[in-house]
């Protein structure tokens, strides 16, 4: 065993410019340095081993060190680098679990070893530092093809790799162990766990979810617990999003607009008829899979107008992508399902043109832009644009609600698979 020595009174300095830990009050710092030991690593030393309890938490302070996981054939792959004011051993204190990697010195290391003893007293006496190593443990799940869960066996699934991340979520293709089926396990992320409301919400999301059965919508098989947080067990689509294929093309031929509106209007229209509201309706939250079918995604701010899932929104809180939402949204005032039809034709324009009828980030000038735009003439959105497209667009993009007279059932007609 390395021998352990205090820490010195330079390593309050050190801390102080380690990134995570900028800004905690300097008498936590204090406590920090005081509690933390000195150890050194020769190279190819052990910092941390996998499957190990999470007993201290490291900084680096000299050296650089190499992260790995070990897979099921026990062969390593390579996570990450890391050197002076790195932070490791965070997962396993926050969560509980055992040590999610090995960390191997390629230098001499110098680390300083915070006792989890010590870590939890800090953190149960000031949030601020248990705060700001969850959302250290955010950041870096998802940030990579490969993380820290990769190959890990949850509730039963071995998680494979990630395939999408977001502000709330981050969801990884996965595979049962026993059945050897394709999920995917939409994580809520770490950032959240000391929002008291976000767990209810993502329950909320799993709630309305398990109602939609329908071939256009993405499906739920269940949910659980693990890592001290809450994962979403969904049907794996094997293809991409609209905004995948909007960045690879520009912009989309006519016939496979027209597959794509057709197919997403049918899983829209059975959403509104269960008395849901989507509120995010973009194309990032629609995938097209290996067999041309279209399936639309992520509820996780959708709001069930009536039932045991309604909810009442705030007026004036804007919740949902400013682009595509309809004037009254923006504003923050009670919306329909004309909101989402709203939605549904700038999606539509997006994959006609390429962009949005309106940029911009600025929910000011958004606002304003929206309530005057005018559907510019046929052959200017488009050359040679079919006249049943134009109208799509017409009955869906007014700033006026009452204009909004799309027919979901009427577009339904044209799905058909998406060949691409």
Sequence with gaps: MKQLTPSSSADLGLLACTKPFRGLPGAVLEQMKDAMLERRFAPGDLLIRQGDPGDSLLVLTEGRARVSIRGPEGRPHE???VGPGDVIGEMALITGEPRNADVIATSPVRALILPA???HSM?????????VLTHLL?????DSERDGLSEKVLNGFRIKRRVGMGATAVVYEAEQVETRRRVALKMMSHRLIFELDAPKRFQREADLVATLRHPNILSLHGRFEAYKTCFLIMEYCDGRSLAELLRDRGWLEEDQVRAILGQLALGLQHVHQQGILHRDLKPSNVMVNGDGQVKLMDFGIAKSRSGPFAERTMQGVIIGSMRYMPPEQLRGLPIDERADLYAFGVLAYVLLTGCAPIGGDDAGELMHGKAHWKLPRRGKVRRALSRDLYRLLKRSLSADPQKRTLSLAEIGKWAVPVHL
Excluded: K, P, T
């Design 138 to 142: 955010a950041d870096r799940l998802g």
């Design 123 to 131: 953190a149960g006496a000031n949030a601020r530092l248990a705060m």
């Design 117 to 119: 003893q010590h870590f």
């Design 79 to 81: 996570l990450a680098e």
